[in-house]
Nanobody, 119 residues
C-alpha cells in the first residue's frame, strides 16, 4: 500500500505564494515512479497541475507554466509544489498523485488540500 499525506494548503491573497507538500509512505515492496499534483475546482473536471518523473522530468498544465514549480525529494518520497503569483482562478482542491509499482503499476491519491486565492 501507498499512503499519501498532504500539507500546505490555505487562504492567500492574489499575488501571494503557497507551497504544498505530499509525503508518500510505502513498504519496500513498492517503487515510486511519477509524482504529481492535480486540482479540481467546483463544477469543473480534475486537471493536471504538474508532474515529475523519477528522473526529474517535469510537465505542467498550461495555466500554471511560469508560476508553479514542482520538485521531489526521492530520499523522503516527497513531492512539493511551489505556487507563486497566485490568482483567484487557482482556487481549487489540490490532490497529490503518486504512480507506484508493487505487483502492478497503480495510481494513488491524497485526500486533497484546499487552496483559496482571494482577489
Amino acid at each position: 500500500q501507498v499512503q499519501l499525506v498532504e500539507s500546505g494548503g490555505g487562504l492567500v491573497q492574489a499575488g501571494g505564494s503557497l507551497r504544498l507538500s505530499c509525503a508518500a509512505s510505502t513498504s519496500s515492496m513498492f517503487s515510486i515512479n511519477a509524482m504529481g499534483w492535480y486540482r479540481q475546482a467546483p463544477g469543473k473536471q480534475r486537471e493536471l497541475v504538474a508532474a515529475i518523473t523519477s528522473g526529474s522530468n517535469t510537465n505542467y498544465g498550461d495555466s500554471v507554466k511560469g508560476r508553479f514549480t514542482i520538485s521531489r525529494d526521492n530520499a523522503k518520497n516527497t513531492v512539493y509544489l511551489q505556487m507563486n503569483s497566485l490568482i483567484p482562478e487557482d482556487t481549487a482542491v489540490y490532490y497529490c498523485n503518486v504512480r507506484a509499482r508493487g505487483s502492478y503499476l497503480l495510481d494513488y491519491w491524497g485526500q486533497g488540500t484546499q487552496v483559496t486565492v482571494s482577489s
